[in-house]
Nanobody, 114 residues
Framework: QVQVAESGGGLAQPGGSLRLSCLATGRTSMVIVWSWYRQAPGKERELIAFVADDGRKEYRDSVKGRFTISRDSAKDTVELQMDSLKPEDTAVYYC????????WGQGTQVTVSS
């Protein structure tokens, strides 16, 4: 079983940056896809980026060119660099590790506001 925990959320101004980190513990070698999701108030949780174990990365159209997902296998972390933030990026952000089952963190709040 894999456990994940997010950190790095907070308040940013429009156009600003934040970096989220997801620390994984447990059988991380079994994970095949690492993902970041977000859920805004009144909306469904949505996938925004993932990195597969073969290194392939994909992004949701609304964050392409602004967000970057990266995986450090030595540290067992997955990070999400978020630049050029917009108010519509405000949401709770969740890390997900899939080893055949979905393993979720508790989420971290990101608020983009002036």
């Amino acid at each position: 079983q894999v456990q994940v925990a997010e950190s790095g959320g907070g308040l940013a101004q429009p156009g600003g940056s934040l970096r989220l980190s997801c620390l994984a513990t447990g059988r991380t070698s079994m994970v095949i896809v690492w993902s970041w999701y977000r859920q805004a108030p009144g909306k469904e949780r949505e996938l925004i980026a993932f990195v597969a174990d073969d290194g392939r990365k994909e992004y949701r159209d609304s964050v392409k060119g602004r967000f970057t997902i990266s995986r450090d296998s030595a540290k067992d972390t997955v990070e999400l660099q978020m630049d050029s933030l917009k108010p519509e990026d405000t949401a709770v952000y969740y890390c997900n590790a899939n080893d055949g089952n979905d393993c979720w963190g508790q989420g971290t709040q990101v608020t983009v506001s002036s």
